[in-house]
């Protein structure tokens, strides 16, 4: 292979990893904004559940 291919070819590559590099860029930030999502789920549902809780010890103070 000729030192101009030789280039030829490693600029090709180059291009072809920083195209697989943006797109794994993206899929990074979509996965972000999943793990925010459903972090956000789970802290609601953890005060549901300190809540729930809390009522529930209410009850058993109140029963007679």
Same mark, same amino acid.
């Given at each position: 292979?000729?030192?101009?291919?030789?280039?030829? =070819?490693?600029?090709?590559?180059?291009?072809? @990893?920083?195209?697989? *590099? #943006?797109? &794994?860029?993206?899929? +990074?930030? !979509?996965?972000?904004?999943?793990?925010?999502?459903?972090? =956000?789920?789970?802290?609601?549902?953890?005060? @549901?559940?300190?809540? *729930? #809780?809390? &009522?529930?010890?209410? +009850?058993? !103070?109140?029963?007679?």
């Amino acid at each position: 292979m000729t030192r101009r291919a030789t280039i030829a =070819a490693l600029h090709r590559d180059l291009e072809g @990893l920083r195209s697989d *590099l #943006w797109e &794994l860029a993206d899929y +990074a930030a !979509e996965v972000r904004a999943d793990r925010c999502r459903l972090q =956000a789920i789970v802290e609601r549902q953890d005060e @549901l559940v300190m809540c *729930l #809780w809390g &009522l529930l010890e209410q +009850a058993e !103070e109140d029963a007679p």
